[in-house]
């Protein structure tokens, strides 16, 4: 990732303890000339769920809240195929005990240091784009 434009606001926790944005878009830009959009929105009214799509020119995915949803045809008449593969799969501190072994035993790391510094890297310069509001490089630590 080479760049993020991002824009967010407060509007659903103006006038209480939590001071940062509630909603952020953000658009990232791929050294391989990909887009991504990411939004964050911690404001909604709706049960807590990740959505996930990724658009390709030979297959579409869309995770649902029920299931996912694979499209491999434009054509309405072709039906999806449906997934029904477990979300998220893994719980949410699940990895913090492997990140721990590694530390102190020296197992291997599901997620290495350099994916995990990465991915703050990314989320600083998501966050200073919408401070800024205008796209800024992604300075990897």
Do not use: W
């Not at 940062?20 to 878009?25: C, E, K």
């Not at 799969?89 to 020296?106: A, E, M, Q, R, T």
């Not at 600083?124 to 992604?138: K, L, M, N, Q, S």
């Amino acid at each position: 990732m080479t760049e993020v434009a991002a824009y967010g606001n407060n509007i659903s926790s103006r006038g209480t303890q939590f001071n940062y944005n509630d909603l952020v878009v953000c658009i990232l830009k791929f050294e391989s000339g990909m887009t991504g959009k990411i939004s964050v929105n911690f404001g909604c009214v709706c049960p807590h769920f990740h959505n996930l799509s990724v658009y390709g020119t030979e297959a579409t995915f869309i995770n649902g809240s029920e299931h996912g949803f694979l499209y491999e045809s434009r054509d309405p008449a072709v039906e999806p195929k449906k997934i029904f593969e477990t979300y998220p799969g893994v719980h949410k501190g699940d990895f913090i005990y492997n990140f721990v072994d590694s530390i102190l035993n020296g197992s291997r790391e599901e997620i290495s240091q350099e994916e995990i510094f990465n991915s703050m890297s990314v989320c600083f310069a998501i966050e200073e784009a919408a401070d800024r509001g205008r796209p800024v490089p992604v300075e990897y630590i």
